[in-house]
């Protein structure tokens, strides 16, 4: 099994930076991407941006272009978001995600291992 846990969320204002962390931990991960999702009240959950292990190209949601960025440290079986620009619509839960068998980043049930999510609030 493959144990994620994200952290890093909090409150920030409009125009802020803020920094999430995907801990990845247990059996040695040898699958196809990593992905950032988010799920504000009241809405489905979506893609935010995601990353293929093996050559570490990225895709991001439109929304997020040029805003956020996705990095990784192999050595720490860790994977980052850099979210900045923030704004009020940005609020929502985010959750770290696994995918074992190729998938294309934005689809959300081709992911096999979830985090318990980290709570981003956005004020105005």
């Known amino acids: 099994q493959v144990q994620l846990v994200e952290s890093g969320g909090g409150l920030v204002q409009a125009g802020g930076s803020l920094r999430l962390s995907c801990a990845r931990s247990g059996r040695t991960f040898s699958g196809y991407a990593m992905g950032w999702f988010r799920q504000a009240p009241g809405k489905e959950r979506e893609f935010v941006g995601g990353m293929k292990w093996n050559g570490g190209s990225t895709d991001y949601a439109d929304s997020v272009k040029g805003r956020f960025t996705i990095s990784r440290d192999s050595a720490k079986n860790a994977m980052y978001l850099q979210m900045n620009s923030l704004k009020p619509e940005d609020t929502a839960v985010y959750y770290c995600?696994?995918?074992?068998?190729?998938?294309?980043?934005?689809?959300?049930?081709?992911?096999?291992?979830w985090g318990q999510g980290t709570q981003v609030t956005v004020s105005s």
């Open positions: 995600a696994a995918a074992r068998a190729p998938v294309r980043l934005s689809q959300l049930e081709g992911y096999d291992y």
